[in-house]
């Protein structure tokens, strides 16, 4: 819900974007008339500056808030960022002023490697965005599989800087909303020999001929690194093909992912795409460590194995089925979350990205609304590509 005719508002506290660790927090700013109402900013993605306040929905009590006072925020000026350091002081204020602060926390942290990812992306020079994209592609890599490498380096990363530079380069306000409406369907692809692949037939020709594809190439070149096949083949030939691994290798690997949703979301997709083996670790994997998570097994096994549920129904539709019990059951700051990564592994399969859908319009949560662009460029994606 917008706020209207609010201009200028002070922060009065943050939300952490995970509990309990330094990284980003979401700054709340105070209602004028109201003190028990919370406020975010919109941003005007052309611009970078604030584009209005939208009164925060939900309850956030259980969502460790840190109490701040200031800075002063308003509409058409630049963006305010909060941060939380180790000793859980919040620091807000413009990216300028929090630049030195920054750079501190990543040359006192060199091994957190996804928060580094985060501040040069708001930071960093070219050389810097490369070394920290490509450390967050091995690190995923590691954790989750070749796939999952893939689909955080092209499916997000790489898309997400393809728009920023045709929005930069964009003459005019006009084409870049029309290039930022169309994003979902505009796309860049490592081939196997190393080179980026544009596809921008989606914008309209006169469009499309305001940019110099071989510009935008040269620029993401310096951003990304492309040899990424030789690190793919490594993890290929020691963990092997889906179907020469045991079900025990593959639980193995999934239990080493570090957030609870993506466990399930890939064992979702093991079993969509070859049943028995994702039954066999679905039979094997009898406990988690976190509470969703067994939950959700908990429930996966009911709807598959039950006697009561219809043998005609495919899995696909008794997944999509589960996927609203699953939101709801999630703790709400996990939320946004949970549908990311059933976006990012399970949009392929229309029924569910319909159900991720269907949950994603339905809350105004400031949980969802943190990832909501995210998920919803990867739906939009998948369901172009049919």
């Not at 925060?56 to 630049?78: N, Q, Y």
């Not at 979902?184 to 914008?203: R, V, W």
């Not at 709801?328 to 996990?334: E, G, M």
Request: aromatic fraction near 6%; hydrophobic fraction near 40%; proline fraction near 3%.
């Amino acid at each position: 819900m917008n706020s209207d005719g609010l201009k200028t508002l002070t922060v009065r506290g943050c939300l952490p974007l995970q509990e309990g660790t330094s990284g980003f927090a979401i700054p709340l700013f105070a209602h004028p008339i109201d003190p028990s109402l919370r406020l975010v900013q919109e941003i005007d993605e052309f611009r970078d500056t604030i584009a209005a306040f939208k009164i925060l929905e939900g309850d956030i009590s259980a969502a460790g808030e840190v109490t701040l006072f200031g800075p002063a925020a308003s509409i058409g000026e630049d963006v305010i960022h909060a941060f939380i350091t180790d000793d859980g002081k919040a620091h807000v204020g413009i990216l300028a002023e929090l630049k030195s602060l920054l750079k501190e926390y990543i040359d006192k942290h060199p091994g957190r490697i996804a928060v580094i990812l985060q501040i040069q992306e708001l930071i960093g020079g070219s050389q810097e965005k490369k070394i920290a994209r490509s450390k967050m592609r091995e690190l995923v890599l590691k954790n989750s599989g070749t796939s999952s490498a893939r689909a955080f380096y092209e499916g997000s990363t790489l898309h997400a800087a393809l728009w920023q530079k045709l929005v930069a380069l964009a003459p005019n306000e006009g084409a870049a909303r029309r290039i930022l409406a169309a994003r979902s369907t505009l796309s860049a692809e490592i081939n196997p020999d190393g080179i980026i692949k544009l596809d921008l037939s989606a914008l309209v020709p006169a469009d499309r001929a305001l940019f110099s594809e071989q510009q935008i190439v040269t620029q993401l070149v310096a951003e990304f690194d492309t040899t990424c096949g030789d690190a793919e083949t490594v993890n290929n030939r020691n963990t092997g093909s889906r179907s020469s691994e045991s079900a025990s290798e593959i639980l193995r690997n999934i239990i080493k992912t570090p957030r609870q949703e993506e466990r399930i979301a890939i064992l979702l997709a093991l079993i969509l795409r070859d049943r028995e083996t994702g039954t066999k670790v679905l039979h094997q994997y009898t406990r988690d460590r976190a509470k969703f998570a067994n939950l959700a097994l908990h429930d996966l096994r009911d709807t598959l194995f039950s006697p009561q549920q219809a043998n005609e129904i495919s899995d696909e539709r008794k997944i999509a089925a589960l996927i609203p019990r699953f939101f709801t059951a999630q703790y709400p700051l996990s939320r946004g979350h949970l549908l990311y990564f059933l976006a990012k592994h399970l949009a392929n399969w229309s029924y569910i990205n319909i159900a991720i859908k269907q949950c994603l319009n339905r809350t105004r949560s400031i949980f969802v609304d943190v990832r909501r662009k995210e998920i919803e460029e990867l739906l939009a994606v998948r369901s172009a590509r049919g």
